[in-house]
C-alpha cells in the first residue's frame, strides 16, 4: 500500500493485512544516541537480545551504546570484546539494529583514542560520577581530554554534572527519601559543569555534544554558546520532558536518575528549547535496572531507567497535543544526529498509527527489565514497526 511521509512523498511498503490503517505515515527510523545496554556486565538487566526487540518497538534502528560497563570500554581490547558479544547476541535477536559504540575517557586512557578512532562514534566523559566507574573530575585531566578529542576531530559526549557540588550537597544534606536527589545533584551542579565543558570546548575549539540537558540555566548557556559560533550541540532525554519531581511522589526511586529530574518550570524551558532550536537531539539514556534494584529506598537505590521502548510513542502523543511538529521530531530523532556525528543517511523507516490509542503496560515491555516509569499513561499515536532492507518487523 501507499503510505504518506512526513514530508508529503509516498512509498509504496508491502504490509500485511493486520498492520493496515487509514492514519499510517512513515518517518525516518529514529536514533537513539544515547543508551545502556548493559553488554558486558549486566546482562541480566538488558541485552543485545532484548535491547534490540525493545529498540525497535519504539522505533529505533540505530542505536549508540554508552562505555560505562563491567569492564568498561575504555581501550582498543574492550572496545573489541564488547563488538564480539554485540554480534553474537545482535545474530540470535535476528533484529538488524545498527549500532555505534563509544570509548570511555579516564584520567589515564589518553593515548588509546588514536588507536580507537576509527572504530567508535565519539568519547564519553563523564564530569560527575554516575553509575560505573568511569569519572573525570580534575580540571587538568579534563583539559587533556578535550584537546586529544580536538586534535582527532572526535565528538566528546559528556556527562556534566560537578563532583564537587555534589559531594558537597551530599554531606549537608540528609538522604532521607528521594527528594533529596534533585537537591543533592542541583541544577547548580549541572550548571557549574554545563559552564566549565563549554569554557574548555571553546578553548581548544573541541565538538562537545552535552547529554541530558535538564535546567533553564544550562539552556541559557548553550544558547550563549552557540550565538557566538562554537561546535555546541545539546540534548534531552524523554524523562526530563514528560517526568519531574512531582512525580516522586507516585514513582519514588523508581524515576532516580543522573541528572535528577527537575521541576515543571525546567519542563518548560526545555520544550522552548527544543522549539526554538537551541536543543539539537533527543537521546533516551536507556538504563535498565530491575525493580528489585529501584524498589529500594533512597540511598541504596540504582539510578537510571528505561526509555527506548515508548520514546516514539511519547514524541508521537506530544505532537497530538501540539507540543512539536513531525519535522521537528524528525530533525531532533534522525536528522540532526546524522549532521553532527557525521553518518551516512539510511533508508530505515518507521511507519506509525497516529490516531492508535495505547496504554503503556509494564507486562508488554519488551525490555529485559520489564517496566516502564509511564506504566499506565495513555498515548495517541504509536509506532506500528520497522521497515528496513526490505522487510517489515511489526511490533
Given amino acids: 500500500m501507499e503510505i504518506k511521509t512526513w514530508d508529503n512523498k509516498k512509498i509504496d511498503i508491502k504490509l500485511p493485512e493486520h498492520a493496515r490503517s487509514d492514519n499510517l505515515l512513515i518517518l525516518p527510523a529514529l536514533i537513539d544516541p544515547h543508551l545502556h545496554f548493559r553488554t558486558p556486565g549486566a546482562e541480566y538487566k538488558e541485552d543485545w537480545i532484548t535491547g534490540s526487540q525493545a529498540a525497535f518497538a519504539g522505533g529505533v534502528s540505530t542505536v549508540f551504546d554508552m562505555p560505562n560497563n563491567n569492564p568498561s570500554c575504555t581501550d582498543f581490547t574492550s572496545l573489541q570484546n564488547k563488538k564480539e558479544l554485540i554480534k553474537k547476541q545482535l545474530k540470535a535477536s535476528q533484529i538488524p539494529l545498527n549500532f555505534y559504540l563509544y570509548l570511555g575517557a579516564t584520567p589515564a586512557n589518553l593515548n588509546k583514542f588514536d588507536?580507537?578512532?576509527?572504530?567508535?562514534?565519539?568519547?564519553?566523559?563523564?564530569?560527575?560520577?554516575?553509575?560505573?566507574?568511569?569519572?573525570?573530575?580534575?580540571?587538568?585531566d579534563q583539559e587533556r581530554i578535550f584537546k586529544k578529542c580536538s586534535e582527532l576531530n572526535l565528538v566528546l559526549a559528556v556527562h556534566a554534572e560537578d563532583e564537587q557540588t555534589i559531594k558537597e550537597n551530599d554531606n549537608k544534606i540528609k538522604k532521607e527519601n528521594i527528594y533529596n536527589h534533585s537537591q543533592i545533584r542541583s541544577p547548580q551542579a549541572a550548571v557549574k559543569a554545563v559552564a566549565q565543558a563549554i569554557k574548555l570546548a571553546k578553548k581548544y575549539q573541541t565538538k562537545l555534544y552535552l547529554c541530558h540537558i535538564s535546567t533553564r540555566e544550562e539552556i541559557d548557556l548553550?544558547?550563549?554558546?552557540?550565538?557566538?559560533?562554537?561546535?555546541?550541540?545539546?540534548?534531552?532525554?524523554?524523562?526530563?520532558?514528560?517526568?519531574n519531581t512531582d512525580s516522586y511522589q507516585t514513582l519514588d526511586t523508581k524515576v532516580q536518575v543522573n541528572p535528577p529530574l527537575r521541576t515543571t518550570k525546567d519542563n518548560t524551558a526545555l520544550w522552548k528549547a527544543i522549539n526554538d532550536g537551541t536543543i539539537d537531539t533527543i537521546g533516551t539514556d536507556h538504563a535498565p535496572h530491575t525493580l528489585e534494584e529501584k524498589n529500594k529506598p533512597y540511598g541504596e537505590a540504582s539510578s537510571g531507567m528505561p526509555g527506548i521502548e515508548n520514546y516514539l510513542g511519547?514524541?508521537?502523543?506530544?505532537?497530538?497535543?501540539?507540543?512539536?511538529?513531525?519535522?521537528?521530531?524528525?530533525?531532533?530523532?534522525?536528522?540532526?544526529?546524522?549532521?553532527?556525528?557525521?553518518?551516512?543517511?539510511?533508508?530505515?523507516?518507521?511507519?506509525?498509527?497516529l490516531n492508535q490509542e495505547r496504554i503503556i503496560k509494564n507486562e508488554e515491555q519488551k525490555t529485559k527489565c520489564g517496566w516502564s516509569p509511564y506504566d499506565g499513561m495513555k498515548l495517541i499515536g504509536w509506532p506500528v514497526g520497522i521497515y528496513k532492507n526490505e522487510k517489515f518487523y511489526l511490533n
Avoid at 554558546?225 to 524523554?238: F, R, T
Avoid at 507540543?323 to 540532526?336: G, S, V
Fill in 222 to 243: 548553550i544558547k550563549k554558546a552557540k550565538s557566538e559560533g562554537l561546535k555546541i550541540y545539546a540534548e534531552v532525554s524523554p524523562h526530563h520532558l514528560f517526568l
Fill in 115 to 140: 588507536k580507537c578512532k576509527n572504530e567508535i562514534i565519539g568519547i564519553k566523559m563523564f564530569m560527575g560520577s554516575s553509575t560505573g566507574n568511569l569519572l573525570v573530575d580534575k580540571i587538568e
Fill in 314 to 353: 511519547l514524541l508521537l502523543n506530544a505532537y497530538n497535543n501540539k507540543k512539536i511538529t513531525l519535522e521537528k521530531i524528525t530533525k531532533l530523532t534522525y536528522f540532526n544526529i546524522i549532521k553532527i556525528f557525521n553518518l551516512s543517511a539510511n533508508d530505515d523507516l518507521v511507519i506509525v498509527d
